[in-house]
C-alpha cells in the first residue's frame, strides 16, 4: 500500500463545479503539501499545511491530522484549473517528501 | 521575484554520456532537493542539501553525485547514462524554518 493516497485518479468537472480532492496518508507527517502541475511544466507549491486550513483565492486546503487525511477544494473551477494537483508529505524531521500518484483534473467550459 | 533557476531546460545526451544539471535556490534558502520525474510517473527525491551538508539521500543510483556548492547553487551529476535515467529532473529550494517549498521548471534530459 502506498504511503500516500489520492482519489479521485482523474476528474472531469464542467466549470463553474465546486471541487474536492482527497489525501490520506498512512506515515507520521511533519508538513502535506499540495502542489500543481501542468502538462510537460513545472511543479508549483499550492499549498504547505500542518494543521488546520489554508485559503489563497479560489483554493482552500485542510487537514486533519487525527484522521491523517487532507483535502484540496476549487471553488469556482474555471479551464485553467486544468492539470495535475498532487499531495506530497514530509515524513517526520527529514527532508525527504514521499509524493502521492497525482489526481488529474480537466475543467471544460 | 526570484525564483529557482535550473539549467539546462532540456538536455539530450548519448547512451553512456555524462550530463550535469545546475540549480539556482531561491536567495536566502538554504535547503535544495533534488526529484527526478520519469513519464507517466510520481516524481522521487534523489537528495537533499542544507548548508552545503547533504541532509538527506532517497533513490539516487550510485552513478549520481550531487553537492551544494558554497553559494549554495547545487549541481546533479550524472555518469554513464541509460535509457532509463530520461526524465524530468526538478529541483526545489526552501528555507529550512518555514518549510515552504519552491520548484524550478525542471530540466528534461533525454537519453538516446
Known amino acids: 500500500k502506498n504511503e500516500v493516497e489520492q482519489s479521485p485518479q482523474n476528474l472531469t468537472a464542467q466549470e463553474g463545479e465546486f471541487i474536492t480532492i482527497n489525501c490520506s496518508y498512512s506515515?507520521?507527517?511533519?508538513?502535506l503539501h499540495w502542489l500543481q502541475q501542468h502538462p510537460g511544466g513545472g511543479i508549483v507549491s499550492l499549498f504547505m499545511?500542518?494543521?488546520g486550513k489554508k485559503k489563497h483565492g479560489r483554493l482552500i486546503a485542510t487537514i486533519n491530522i487525527q484522521e491523517k487525511h487532507s483535502s484540496l477544494h476549487i471553488t469556482a473551477s474555471h479551464p485553467r484549473d486544468s492539470a495535475v494537483y498532487i499531495c506530497?508529505?514530509?515524513?517526520?524531521?527529514?527532508?525527504?517528501?514521499?509524493f502521492g500518484a497525482g489526481t488529474i483534473l480537466r475543467v471544460k467550459s | 521575484a526570484a525564483g529557482v533557476i535550473q539549467s539546462p531546460r532540456h538536455l539530450i545526451k548519448e547512451k553512456r554520456e555524462t550530463a550535469t544539471l545546475k540549480c539556482y535556490p531561491i536567495?536566502?534558502?538554504?535547503?535544495v532537493y533534488w526529484y527526478q520525474q520519469g513519464p507517466g510517473q510520481d516524481p522521487q527525491f534523489l537528495i537533499s542539501?542544507?548548508?552545503?551538508?547533504?541532509?538527506d539521500k532517497g533513490s539516487i543510483p550510485d552513478r549520481f553525485s550531487a553537492q551544494q556548492f558554497s553559494d549554495y547553487h547545487s549541481e546533479l551529476n550524472m555518469s554513464s547514462l541509460e535509457l532509463g535515467d530520461s526524465a524530468l529532473y526538478f529541483c526545489?529550494?526552501?528555507?529550512?524554518?518555514?518549510?515552504?517549498?519552491?520548484f524550478g521548471e525542471g530540466s528534461r534530459l533525454t537519453v538516446l
Open positions: 526545489a529550494s526552501s528555507d529550512y524554518y518555514t518549510g515552504e517549498l519552491f
Open positions: 499545511l500542518s494543521s
Open positions: 542539501f542544507y548548508e552545503k551538508m547533504q541532509s
Open positions: 506515515v507520521g507527517i511533519s508538513a
Open positions: 506530497a508529505v514530509k515524513k517526520g524531521y527529514g527532508n525527504k517528501l514521499v
Open positions: 536567495p536566502r534558502h538554504d535547503t
